[in-house]
T-cell receptor, first 114, second 115 residues
């Protein structure tokens, strides 16, 4: 079955450490997105990518980095510069670039600080 | 820039009762509107979407939503709620251009279902 796979499901970060969250999709979707979810705040866009080797900052990109070397993969690195990384991170993808297309979501990664 | 408001943070209904979750949006042109549902610790599942045509749209799990341009609203409804509907519901608006800015989400409404 096609879908979006996020791993790991739970992740712990030590102070000063960078961690990378994986997102893989086999839907042949063009665009991929990373969102951060905090209680009571809905989803906020971190980064997005419409094509391979290209990505754009979202609303809260500081302290995060991404790469898009393959169409299927869009990993997110939470750097030590992100001072409040504890959150639920969701990866999404969609076909095409039109706003009419819905996004499909993975099951998320919960990141906590040790 | 577009925005979405979900005025109700938390709603409790009895099983079998009807449900309406409110969503108001702000967008200069015709919006693309979506409702998603999220179970605890899970990703978001698309319930339904509106982009043109009939203003009453049907979705999965017996949900429907009505687009009212005059009120800038896209409220989600269900005639009879089941215990399995307990979850968090998000309304979202998509830009009508390239969609590069992804979706703008409301802050969500948590639904609790009483037996």
């Amino acid at each position: 079955d096609g879908g979006i796979t996020q791993s790991p499901k739970y992740l712990f970060r030590k102070e000063g450490q960078n961690v990378t969250l994986s997102c893989e999709q086999n839907l042949n979707h063009d665009a991929m997105y990373w969102y951060r979810q905090d209680p009571g705040q809905g989803l906020r866009l971190i980064y997005y990518s419409q094509i391979v080797n290209d990505f754009q900052k979202g609303d809260i990109a500081e302290g995060y980095s991404v790469s898009r070397e393959k169409k299927e993969s869009f990993p997110l690195t939470v750097t030590s510069a992100q001072k409040n990384p504890t959150a639920f991170y969701l990866c999404a993808s969609k076909t095409g670039f039109s706003g009419v297309q819905p996004q499909h979501f993975g099951d998320g990664t919960r990141l906590s600080i040790l | 820039a577009q925005s979405v408001t979900q005025p109700d943070i938390h709603i409790t209904v009895s099983e079998g009762a009807s449900l309406e979750l409110r969503c108001n949006y702000s967008y200069g042109a015709t919006p693309y509107l979506f409702w998603y549902v999220q179970s605890p610790g899970q990703g978001l599942q698309l319930l339904l979407k509106y982009f043109s045509g009939d203003t009453l749209v049907q979705g999965i799990k017996g949900f429907e939503a009505e687009f009212k341009r005059s009120q800038s609203s896209f409220n989600l409804r269900k005639p009879s709620v089941h215990w399995s509907d307990a979850a968090e519901y998000f309304c979202a608006v998509g830009a009508g251009d390239t969609g590069r800015r992804a979706l703008t989400f409301g802050s969500g409404t948590r639904l609790q279902v009483q037996p």
